[in-house]
């Protein structure tokens, strides 16, 4: 059974920063594209940042480019989230997922995290 935990979550000022973490507990964590989502209060979740096996093809929503950095860890079976600048608009639950490359479907993710808060204030 795969799990998911992030942590890095917290409370900052507009213009601050922070990074998420999520751990994998996975035997071979370059056999899944992980990325990250965001559920904001009253909002329907929605997708923040994309990383593939080997961490060489990210994508970005258009929301947070310029300011966001997907990275990934193998040796570590880490993903992280580096946020810059943050905006009261990037208060959100943020989430991890994880795509096992071996099943069907490019950005299905079959496996999710409990989820990191993440507030910004004004």
């Known amino acids: 059974q795969v799990q998911l935990v992030e942590s890095g979550g917290g409370l900052v000022q507009a213009g601050g920063s922070l990074r998420l973490s999520c751990t994998a507990s996975?035997?071979?964590?370059?056999?899944?594209?992980m990325a990250w989502f965001r559920q904001a209060p009253g909002k329907e979740r929605e997708f923040v940042a994309a990383?593939?096996?080997?961490?060489?093809?990210?994508a970005y929503a258009d929301s947070v480019k310029g300011r966001f950095t997907i990275s990934r860890d193998n040796a570590k079976n880490t993903v992280y989230l580096h946020m810059n600048s943050l905006k009261p608009e990037d208060t959100a639950i943020y989430y991890c997922?994880?795509?096992?490359?071996?099943?069907?479907?490019?950005?299905?993710?079959?496996?999710w995290g409990q989820g990191t808060q993440v507030t910004v204030s004004s």
């Open positions: 990383i593939n096996w080997s961490g060489g093809h990210t």
């Open positions: 996975v035997r071979i964590f370059s056999s899944y594209a």
């Open positions: 997922a994880a795509d096992d490359l071996h099943k069907p479907g490019l950005y299905e993710y079959d496996y």
